[in-house]
């Protein structure tokens, strides 16, 4: 990619993100909403490609979608809400349904990269991330984040037991592929950025670049870097596969000596993480 399409993707990405604030924050205000947009100095047509292409839906389409959420939830903006609520819980709503339904179990794993926290749903893993990653992310003390339970007799509690199991396996260096249902929260783009994660091999690695080529757009490159900073599940959608078209290990959420970690080991390198590994499982259990 040359500096010139690199510059016009960059553009493209810049366009969707600001498009979609306008319609988030104007939405119940069509003449200062239809003004926003006029700003943004692009024809309807340009924003209609743009928003297809990042959210695989029209602005019609979402402009409909903000409006039922926030005249469901009785606020007249939809960014008032999300703040609103993220003052009083101290994180996202999405983030907030995962950790509080009654229907979920979680549990924190020591593993050679640190504690990682896994939560479940009946159907599917929502989520693998360092344990304090929650805590960092919204400045909660760790007596203010929900205490990790495995529902008993219930399909989220097995899951999460059968995802502590294949991960210690992985680290071991036992297994190579995962055998769980999974269900990430984020866009469609995100989704179909995280669908081509699980399809580079074990041992192996791939630049931003092939990245999205991989999903169809290879002028995509910085909204792909997006949507792999934001995987919600860790090692079992590999997003530390993911390197610089230079080699650079660049950025993960555990770090970067844990992303050197993973590679290592998928590589055959780190014979004593699978020998130093500890099974010790940080627990706490309790009934629903």
Not at 50 to 59: A, I, L
């Amino acid at each position: 990619m040359d500096d010139n399409e690199m510059w016009q993707a960059v553009q493209t990405c810049d366009l969707a993100e600001a498009s979609k604030s306008v319609f988030d924050n104007y939405f119940s205000d069509r003449q200062e909403l239809n003004q926003q947009l006029k700003e943004l100095g692009v024809t309807r047509k340009q924003m209609s490609l743009v928003f297809k292409r990042y959210y695989d839906m029209k602005p019609a389409e979402y402009l409909i979608q903000v409006r039922i959420t926030a005249a469901n939830s009785g606020y007249t903006n939809f960014s008032s809400f999300y703040a609103h609520f993220r003052k009083l819980s101290g994180m996202p709503p999405a983030k907030y349904r995962q950790l509080f339904a009654q229907n979920i179990s979680r549990a924190v794993m020591d593993t050679p990269i640190g504690p990682l926290r896994i939560v479940a749903s009946q159907d599917a893993i929502l989520c693998v991330e360092p344990a304090n990653y929650l805590e960092k992310k919204t400045g909660q003390t760790t007596d203010q984040v929900p205490a990790d339970r495995i529902i008993p007799n219930a399909p989220s509690g097995d899951l999460v037991k059968a995802c502590m199991r294949e991960l210690k396996e992985y680290f071991a260096g036992q297994r190579k592929k995962f055998d769980l249902p999974l269900s990430p929260e984020g866009t469609s783009f995100q989704q179909k950025v995280w669908q081509q994660l699980q399809q580079i091999p074990y041992g192996e690695t791939r630049s931003y670049q092939q990245l999205a080529e991989m999903t169809g757009d290879k002028n995509a490159r910085r909204a792909i870097g997006l949507a792999n900073n934001c995987n919600p599940i860790l090692i079992l959608i590999p997003c530390h596969r993911v390197i610089g078209v230079d080699g650079s290990l660049t950025g993960y959420a555990a770090g970067l000596a844990a992303k050197k970690l993973l590679l290592d080991l998928e590589k055959g390198g780190t014979k004593k993480t699978a020998d130093t590994f500890q099974s010790s499982f940080s627990l706490c259990l309790f009934d629903k």
